[in-house]
């Protein structure tokens, strides 16, 4: 697939990747949690980042780190759609609304929202129903082995990698069963969700092998702990690390890089991108 068709008749390239950018409204989410808490914050930093680079913001408005408690629906709903209203007034750029509760699908699309990105997969109640009425509303199904309160408690697979496609093919089916079209689906393996150290570093080695189905596939692997436990380093300190894991990726066929650090991750694209194709003299 080389576009992805979004509302409003515009098309995502998916020739080159594509940098989503971080903007999570939320007071404990482990990267960023607390720095974009208000509306007015949130918006200046989804502006800072398409200044950087990012062809798509993914606002979000629970944690799904490790442990997260779960966030009530009109909370969540108060906290991103603002955000969403707002970038949309100011910008065309894509807007993806990172979430799991239909009715904060239904809200955000209505809000201006382009995408749906979910990290349990269009599983929860009315989810699926969501995506299949909006028609030209891409979705990202994300693995995820259990729920963040436990999913890092003791993940096992016998096969990582075939068990992950095979959820994606279940998955998909479900998809098409409900009406939901193949070419709207973006597939996730789900970094660190449900994962040991060894499992990461195995699906970013093999992160190839998600092609099979054909469909765009995203990377989000930014400042996650799989840097931190390698590296024994912090949060703020896996900036090198995470550039590293999004050209790894971008090599292996990821045509979406989900990232907190969109300059960064931008140049780091550009030169491999120039060494690929060529230059352009200014």
């Not at 442990?67 to 991103?80: I, K």
């Not at 759609?81 to 009715?103: G, L, Q, W, Y």
């Not at 990582?160 to 098409?176: A, G, K, W, Y």
């Amino acid at each position: 697939m080389t576009q992805l068709s979004l509302p409003r008749n515009r098309t995502l390239d998916l020739t080159k990747p594509i940098i989503m950018g971080i903007v999570n409204v939320t007071p404990d989410s482990f990267s960023d949690g607390g720095n974009y808490n208000s509306a007015e914050d949130a918006f200046k930093q989804a502006m800072r980042l398409i200044e950087e680079g990012a062809e798509i913001l993914d606002i979000g408005g629970e944690s799904t780190r490790p442990g997260a408690p779960d966030v009530a629906l009109q909370e969540e709903l108060q906290r991103v759609i603002p955000v969403i209203k707002r970038i949309r007034e100011a910008s065309d750029c894509v807007i993806s609304i990172d979430t799991s509760k239909a009715a904060v699908m239904e809200a955000a699309i209505e809000a201006g929202a382009d995408i749906i990105n979910d990290v349990r997969a269009l599983q929860e109640p009315g989810a699926l129903e969501v995506a299949a009425k909006h028609s030209d509303v891409p979705v990202c199904l994300m693995h995820m082995q259990g729920q963040p309160r436990t999913m890092q408690a003791n993940p096992t697979y016998e096969n990582l990698i075939s068990e992950i496609n095979q959820f994606f093919e279940e998955r998909v089916l479900t998809c098409s069963k409900a009406g939901i079209n193949q070419n709207r689906i973006i597939l996730d393996p789900g970094f660190g969700f449900g994962k040991t150290l060894n499992h990461n570093f195995e699906i970013l080695d093999k992160f190839k092998e998600f092609s099979t189905l054909g469909l765009p596939l995203l990377a989000g692997l930014s400042r996650k702990s799989m840097f931190g436990q390698l590296l024994n380093r912090e949060t703020h300190e896996r900036v090198a690390a995470s550039l590293a894991g999004a050209l790894l990726c971008a090599q292996k066929g990821a045509h979406i890089i989900r990232v907190h650090d969109v300059k960064e991750t931008a140049d780091v694209i550009g030169v491999w991108q120039a060494a690929r194709n060529g230059v352009t003299p200014l």
